[in-house]
Antibody, heavy 120, light 107 residues
Framework: EVKLVESGGGLVQPGGSLRLSCAAS????????MNWIRQAPGKGLEWVSG????????YYADSVKGRFTISKDNFKNTLYLQINSLRDEDTAVYFC?????????????WGQGTLVTVSS | DIQMTQSPSSLSASVGDRVTITCRAS??????LAWFQHKPGKAPKLLIY???TLQYGVPSKFSGSGSGTDFTLTIISLQPEDFATYYC?????????FGGGTKVEIK
C-alpha cells in the first residue's frame, strides 16, 4: 500500500525558513517522480515543485523559484522541501504527491498535508 | 506556462442529477489531463488520468473526455458523497498546472 506522510509544518515568521518532509512507503522510491502541491486558505490547488525519480532533475513554479528547494533521499525514502524567505502568501497546506512516471505523469497518490503558517 | 481554465467555478445540483465540468488548456496537451476530487481536510483523490481513463477503484459514474485543449468531466447520479471541489490538471509540460476548481454544492 502506498503511503505518504508529510511533516515539518508550523508557524514561522516572515523571512524565516522551514523544511518539510514527506516519508514514502509502499513503492520503489527511485522509480517515480515526486511533487509538492499547496493550497492557500480559500484558494485552489497550486503545484509548487517536482523532482525526478533519481533526483537529478528538479522543477519549480515561478512563484517559488529561488526560494524553495526540492530534494529527495533515496536511502531514507523521503522527499524534502526547503522553504526560505517565507512570505505571507506562502501560508498554505502543503501536500506531497507521487507521479505515475519517472520524470512526470499523473499524480496518483497524495499525502494528507502539513500546514505552514507565515505570520509575525 | 500552460493555463488551465475550468468552468463553472461553482454549481448547485440535486441528488440524482448529472453534472458536467469543462476544462480548457491554453495550448494543446494531447490527453495529458487528470481530474481530482477534493474534500476539506482530505487529500485530493485522483479520479481520471489520460483524459478518460478511470483510476482503479473509482466508480463508473465518473467519466472524462477530450483531447488537445478541451476536456470534460461528467458525473451522473450525484450522491451526497460527490459534493466536493473538482480540479483538472495538466501533466504534459512543467510547470504542472491546475484549473481553478469547480465547487459542486447541494441545491
Amino acid at each position: 500500500e502506498v503511503k505518504l506522510v508529510e511533516s515539518g509544518g508550523g508557524l514561522v515568521q516572515p523571512g524565516g525558513s522551514l523544511r518539510l518532509s514527506c516519508a514514502a512507503s509502499g513503492f520503489t522510491f527511485t522509480t517515480f517522480a515526486m511533487n509538492w502541491i499547496r493550497q492557500a486558505p480559500g484558494k485552489g490547488l497550486e503545484w509548487v515543485s517536482g523532482i525526478s525519480g533519481s533526483g537529478g532533475s528538479t522543477y519549480y513554479a515561478d512563484s517559488v523559484k529561488g526560494r524553495f528547494t526540492i530534494s529527495k533521499d533515496n536511502f531514507k525514502n523521503t522527499l524534502y522541501l526547503q522553504i526560505n524567505s517565507l512570505r505571507d502568501e506562502d501560508t498554505a497546506v502543503y501536500f506531497c504527491a507521487k507521479s505515475d512516471g519517472y520524470n512526470s505523469g499523473w499524480l496518483d497518490y497524495w499525502g494528507q498535508g502539513t500546514l505552514v503558517t507565515v505570520s509575525s | 506556462d500552460i493555463q488551465m481554465t475550468q468552468s463553472p467555478s461553482s454549481l448547485s445540483a440535486s441528488v440524482g442529477d448529472r453534472v458536467t465540468i469543462t476544462c480548457r488548456a491554453s495550448q494543446a496537451i494531447s490527453n495529458d489531463l487528470a481530474w481530482f476530487q477534493h474534500k476539506p481536510g482530505k487529500a485530493p483523490k485522483l479520479l481520471i488520468y489520460g483524459a478518460s481513463t478511470l483510476q482503479y477503484g473509482v466508480p463508473s459514474k465518473f467519466s472524462g473526455s477530450g483531447s488537445g485543449t478541451d476536456f470534460t468531466l461528467t458525473i451522473i447520479s450525484l450522491q451526497p458523497e460527490d459534493f466536493a471541489t473538482y480540479y483538472c490538471q495538466q501533466y504534459n509540460t512543467y510547470p504542472l498546472t491546475f484549473g481553478g476548481g469547480t465547487k459542486v454544492e447541494i441545491k
